[in-house]
């Protein structure tokens, strides 16, 4: 089910992925909803981990201006990847 994927998806963002700190903020508990469409789409056409990682890393140097954490990325789209 679609809204069970995406329910799985926003939850390792906030939880795992969380870029700028914000899990323990139940005001901004939708502060990842905007990418989670996008990264369902990728896993429905079976991406590697690394694109995954890669996607997740342009997020955040391009979109949050932050530097970036590779092994983070990594991690969350492992993640990603057996969530789907």
């Given at each position: 089910?679609?809204?069970?994927?995406?329910?799985?998806?926003?939850?390792?963002?906030?939880?795992?992925?969380?870029?700028?700190?914000v899990?323990?903020?139940?005001k901004?508990?939708?502060?990842?909803?905007k990418?989670?469409?996008?990264?369902?789409?990728?896993?429905?056409?079976?991406?590697?981990?690394?694109?995954?990682?890669?996607?997740?890393?342009?997020?955040?140097t391009?979109?949050?201006?932050?530097?970036?954490?590779?092994?983070?990325?990594?991690?969350?789209?492992?993640?990603?990847?057996?969530?789907?």
């Amino acid at each position: 089910m679609a809204d069970d994927m995406h329910a799985r998806v926003r939850a390792i963002l906030m939880q795992d992925w969380d870029p700028i700190g914000v899990a323990d903020e139940p005001k901004a508990a939708d502060e990842y909803d905007k990418y989670v469409p996008a990264i369902v789409a990728m896993l429905r056409t079976g991406p590697s981990a690394d694109a995954l990682a890669a996607h997740l890393l342009q997020i955040e140097t391009t979109a949050m201006n932050l530097a970036g954490d590779a092994a983070r990325a990594r991690s969350v789209a492992g993640k990603l990847v057996g969530a789907a």
